[in-house]
């Protein structure tokens, strides 16, 4: 993740606000991971958030941000986060494609609902089935120079929509060599799906784009980017 653009990603985000006339101030970083994004937010004058499943990832987002920002050790299926209403909530990097059914992806919305204001936004993005199952994730490679080098293998699986996707990091330290590993599962879901699921849980679809434009997406698209709100009057 170190070559990751955080920037262009907030970038992009902002341009989605401004499309649709929103000026937010408090925002949620919903997986927010190891603070990244929140801290790119946070140089841009947010007043922000941050929650994750991973406590080892939070603890690490911590360390990185001032003593103020508040973090929340929260499961994106069953939030309570205590407080004032976020006025946008952001979830990035296809943190919702590790919730494997429709129903926990519903639950997300329905808890970022919960925790907007009347009016608040949430701006996320996918990976599409096109992604997951031509094997985007079958990678080599290294970080910023040859003392980390990664592979990674996937399993796609039609008839479930799951990804599997076994990684393997070489770390070459001082004290020797480590060698570590993750699965990580992903599920691919239709642009009907997530809408379906964004309408059950009561929030107002603005736009649905092919990643990092305002473009309808199409067949060759290998990420989606979505805006929706709590209505204004609920």
């Known amino acids: 993740m170190s070559v990751v653009p955080y920037s262009y990603w ?16 408090r925002v949620l970083d ?8 929140l801290l790119e937010l946070l140089r841009r004058g947010y007043d922000v958030e941050g929650a994750d499943y991973s406590a080892e990832m939070l603890r ?11 973090f929340w050790h929260q499961d994106a ?8 209403p976020f006025d946008a909530c952001v979830c990035l990097f296809d943190s919702l494609n590790y919730l494997l059914t429709p129903e926990e992806l519903c639950s997300a919305f329905r808890g970022v609902r919960r ?17 997951l199952e031509t094997g985007m ?11 980390l080098q990664f592979e ?40 009907e799906e997530i809408k379906t699921a964004l309408a059950d849980a009561d929030l107002e679809l603005l736009g649905f784009y092919d990643a ?8 060759r698209s290998d990420r989606y980017h979505v805006i929706a709100r709590r209505h204004p009057d609920t």
């Open 77 to 84: 299926r069953s939030l309570d986060i205590p407080g004032e």
């Open 115 to 131: 925790h907007l204001r009347p009016g608040g936004s949430l701006v996320f993005d996918m990976n599409a089935i096109r992604a």
């Open 152 to 191: 990674w293998h996937s399993a796609w699986e039609p008839r479930t929509r799951l990804c599997t996707i076994r990684m393997e990091f070489i770390s070459h330290e001082i004290g020797g060599t480590r060698i570590l590993h993750e699965t990580h599962v992903q599920r691919g879901y239709t642009i």
């Open 137 to 147: 994730f079958d990678q080599r490679g290294t970080g910023r120079d040859a003392s």
């Open 30 to 37: 919903l997986a927010c991971g190891t603070g990244n994004v």
């Open 60 to 70: 690490v987002a911590r360390s990185k941000t001032p003593g103020s920002v508040r």
């Open 212 to 219: 990092f434009t305002t473009r309808p997406p199409n067949f």
């Open 10 to 25: 907030v970038d992009y985000v902002e341009g989605l606000w401004r499309r649709f006339e929103l000026r937010p101030r």
